[in-house]
């Protein structure tokens, strides 16, 4: 009976190995620069050992600058010559320019919308633009050098409050309200962070930040993708409808004060966004907006929490 049973199981892993020893007869390593030996199935996995960067210099050493290695089902190049990146970045870059989407990003279709993973094409060109016209020209931060200079003196504020009242200052915490509150006066001319709010925005873009973080078999192996063995996929997309729940009632509120009378356009992105959508619904809709507002914020807080981490604040 427990043979019956484990049928299934054989079936799959037999499925898997008949895939791999295909897959490994229509490659033809000849294009492939050269890498070390590939078990069957889970190919270089084993090499990269508990710190993959030291393996890597160490395989480097062995099989030169330009290898090729086999994680699971995916065909990894791996470049640690600093001339020869240059060179093919210069002169190959819209070859190499695609990303490859790893499985936890696909949350809600992101990586159709995001312009992170999106490859080269009219949607990414023309959402880069808008971020180059509206989020990070050098006018665009000088116009907002009051008020990053007021979440500064906020900042310091809350710092003073808590040693007035002899209260233990949480360092990350309030520098993480500090960032993200500059950040999104300047994208949507609101505070997302304040002692009223419910879930916790730190909380969930931590989440987010740990799910996209953990090694995920469906990166490795992309015929398992479907079947999300580890949640990882569905753990983010919980996280990420909390923040697009977020992003819908601002973005709802402003169509709402767009159609008052004697409504006085902000100066922020959104705005710039909702007056593209308004003259090309084609170009942006509310899905774009919503997936570049998770890029802005994400990336920043990613960097910030990995940052605080590592000096002990978090």
Known sequence: MDFVLALPLYAAVLGLVLFQALHLLRTN?????????????????????AKPHKSLARLAKIHGPFMSLKTGQVTTIVISSATLAKEILQKHDSFYSNPFVLDAPRAHGHHEFGVTWLPVGPSWRNLRKLCNSHLFTTQKLDANQDLRHKKVQELLADVQQHCLAG?????????????????????????????????????????????IGKPNLSDYFPILRYLDLQGIRRRMEVHVEKLFDLYDRIINERLQSRRMEGYVPKNDMLEALLSTREENSDMMDNNFIKHLFLVTFFFPSAFFLCFSVCLGMD
């Open 29 to 49: 390593r000849a294009k492939l620069p050269p890498g070390p030996a590939r078990l069957p199935i889970i190919g270089n996995l084993l090499d990269f050992g």
């Open 167 to 211: 209260q233990p200052v949480d360092i990350s915490q309030v520098a993480f309200k500090a960032m993200i509150n500059s950040l999104s006066n300047t994208i949507l001319s609101l505070d997302l962070i304040h002692p009223s709010s419910g879930t916790s925005h730190k909380e969930v873009l931590r989440g987010m930040m740990d799910e």
